[in-house]
């Protein structure tokens, strides 16, 4: 949100009404010094790896703990004709994720470091494990462990893939469980299970503040009817039949209103994590470009620039924002 210079662009929202019904964690990401931007209908949520439970089973493997393990769990989908991970390498916002799930690791390497970046007293070379995940992101690449051509991969036909079958694992969101069993009812879908992704040694779930919020133009001549709009959506009943329809979305950002149990992909992805939880860096890190980042790693994919020159290029671009916002 803080591309977007919300203090100088989007009204304060602190004072209205329907903030006092909202989750902590739905208001979370939308603050900024001490305000208020951001109207959060969203759920809370995080990337880590989603893995088909039967699959896992019929191989006899076990929940890999680490990265060496997670290679090994790979290797034998692979020797079998099953896509280890599905990968839609050709999307920058996909890319991402995978690095955006470092925000506790960063804290467990070096206290009060998402801190500093947000001060510009630090930079992402700084940190050897953001180093270390991008060349184990490479390692998985390079094995073939996200399929043959990762980079004609649709994100939309990773439901097929994983509902039929033809992959066991993919980096994804808590609530895909949900949309692939909704598609595929034989897959049992409903079951599946998820784990933190391993590179870089990421053993947290890191969740998000929300994914999309409203945001209201600072300039805006109808302040009062959008907080009575605000109002309306969170009322008990308003909030309960929206959160039914959209089974996509997990835990409701509204307090009181509960509409379905949490699946296993949560409760497990929960259990499996080491060190608690983090905001994840793309709600956490004061500009960091899902663009420069996802980029970045598609040309060090294949090959064009180094895990090293890839941070370089983050660091470069975040601080052109640095000095144009005149931070």
């Given at each position: 949100?803080?591309?977007?210079?919300?203090?100088?662009?989007?009204?304060?929202?602190?004072?209205?009404?329907?903030?006092?019904?909202?989750?902590?964690?739905?208001?979370?990401?939308s603050?900024?010094?001490?305000?208020?931007?951001?109207f959060?209908?969203?759920?809370?949520?995080?990337?880590?790896?989603?893995?088909?439970?039967?699959?896992?089973?019929?191989?006899?493997l076990?929940?890999?703990?680490?990265?060496?393990?997670l290679k090994?769990?790979c290797?034998?989908?692979?020797?079998?004709?099953i896509?280890?991970?599905?990968?839609?390498?050709?999307?920058?916002?996909?890319?991402?994720?995978?690095?955006s799930?470092?925000a506790?690791?960063?804290?467990?390497?070096?206290?009060?470091?998402?801190?500093?970046?947000?001060?510009?007293?630090?930079?992402?070379?700084?940190?050897a494990?953001?180093l270390?995940?991008?060349?184990?992101?490479?390692?998985?690449?390079?094995?073939?462990?996200?399929?043959?051509?990762?980079?004609?991969?649709?994100?939309?036909?990773?439901?097929?893939?994983?509902?039929?079958?033809?992959?066991?694992?993919?980096?994804?969101?808590?609530?895909?469980?949900?949309?692939?069993q909704?598609?595929?009812?034989?897959?049992?879908?409903?079951?599946?299970?998820?784990?933190?992704?391993?590179?870089?040694?990421?053993?947290?779930?890191?969740?998000?503040?929300?994914?999309?919020?409203?945001?209201?133009n600072?300039?805006?001549?109808?302040?009062?009817?959008?907080?009575?709009?605000?109002?309306?959506?969170v009322?008990?009943?308003?909030?309960?039949?929206?959160?039914t329809?959209?089974?996509?979305?997990?835990e409701?950002?509204?307090?009181?209103?509960?509409?379905?149990?949490?699946?296993?992909?949560?409760?497990?992805?929960?259990?499996?994590?080491?060190?608690?939880?983090?905001?994840?860096?793309?709600?956490?890190?004061?500009?960091?470009?899902?663009?420069?980042?996802?980029k970045?790693?598609?040309?060090?994919?294949?090959?064009?620039?180094?895990?090293?020159?890839?941070?370089?290029?983050?660091?470069?671009?975040?601080?052109?924002?640095?000095?144009?916002?005149?931070?």
């Amino acid at each position: 949100m803080q591309t977007f210079q919300p203090t100088e662009n989007f009204l304060d929202l602190s004072d209205m009404a329907w903030v006092d019904k909202m989750k902590d964690w739905a208001k979370e990401g939308s603050i900024i010094d001490g305000k208020l931007y951001g109207f959060n209908m969203w759920s809370v949520d995080g990337t880590a790896m989603m893995y088909n439970k039967q699959m896992f089973e019929e191989y006899n493997l076990s929940v890999p703990q680490n990265f060496e393990e997670l290679k090994e769990v790979c290797q034998v989908f692979k020797d079998n004709g099953i896509i280890p991970i599905y990968e839609n390498a050709k999307d920058p916002w996909h890319n991402h994720w995978w690095l955006s799930m470092l925000a506790a690791a960063f804290e467990k390497e070096s206290p009060g470091f998402v801190e500093r970046l947000n001060k510009n007293e630090a930079k992402y070379e700084d940190s050897a494990i953001m180093l270390q995940a991008l060349k184990d992101y490479k390692e998985l690449y390079d094995l073939g462990y996200f399929g043959e051509e990762p980079f004609a991969n649709e994100w939309e036909y990773g439901y097929e893939a994983m509902g039929t079958g033809k992959a066991a694992m993919i980096a994804t969101y808590i609530a895909y469980s949900n949309e692939v069993q909704e598609r595929y009812p034989d897959s049992n879908a409903i079951e599946w299970e998820m784990f933190p992704l391993l590179i870089g040694g990421i053993n947290e779930y890191n969740h998000s503040a929300g994914g999309v919020v409203r945001v209201v133009n600072k300039q805006t001549k109808y302040a009062d009817e959008i907080e009575q709009y605000f109002n309306f959506l969170v009322e008990k009943e308003n909030a309960e039949r929206y959160y039914t329809a959209r089974t996509d979305l997990g835990e409701a950002s509204v307090k009181g209103v509960e509409v379905r149990e949490q699946t296993p992909a949560y409760t497990s992805l929960v259990s499996y994590s080491k060190n608690g939880t983090a905001i994840v860096c793309g709600g956490s890190v004061k500009y960091w470009s899902v663009d420069t980042i996802g980029k970045a790693m598609q040309d060090m994919l294949t090959g064009n620039i180094t895990p090293e020159q890839a941070i370089e290029e983050m660091d470069a671009e975040r601080q052109k924002t640095f000095e144009a916002a005149g931070e």
